[in-house]
């Protein structure tokens, strides 16, 4: 959260471009990397199986291990962009083009960036939604 804040305040200081991003249903897009089974919920259980059970191909919210495959997931997907995570602090990510730069900074499920190039900024935000 202190890299999260600090990468605002320098984008206030320096007049640099920033955004704020949720990233919706985020435990959702990270596939399990074990074999989790489930009971069927109330409500969409299966008529002729009820006593069938679900094995789960996505992290659910809830689930121990969901924040690292979430995190394992988001950094797969910056790192095929060309980002590049710092060894100092693992949530926060740097693109670099000349004299181009953009910074992702992780929390959970919210990402900031900021970047001193608004054309830079753009083509990073779909990236960002396409994880």
């Known amino acids: 959260m202190k890299s999260f804040r600090t990468l605002v305040a320098i984008a206030a200081a320096e007049g640099k471009d920033d955004t704020h991003m ?3 249903t985020a435990f959702l897009n990270a596939p399990c990397e074990e074999d989790i ?24 919210y809830g689930l ?16 095929r962009y ?14 670099r083009s000349g004299s181009k730069i953009c910074a992702i900074s992780a ?4 990402l900031c ?8 900024m753009q083509r990073t935000k779909p990236c960002s939604t396409n994880l």
């Open 107 to 110: 929390h959970v499920d919210d």
């Open 64 to 79: 121990k291990n969901a924040p690292q495959n979430w995190a394992d997931t988001l950094h797969r997907a910056l790192s």
């Open 37 to 60: 089974y489930m009971r069927q919920p109330p409500g969409a259980a299966c008529t002729k199986h009820p006593h069938y059970v679900w094995k789960l191909l996505k992290c659910i």
């Open 22 to 24: 949720d990233v919706c």
């Open 82 to 95: 060309g980002f590049i995570r710092l060894e100092s602090d693992q949530a926060v990510y740097l693109l």
């Open 113 to 120: 960036i900021v970047s001193n190039d608004k054309l830079l």
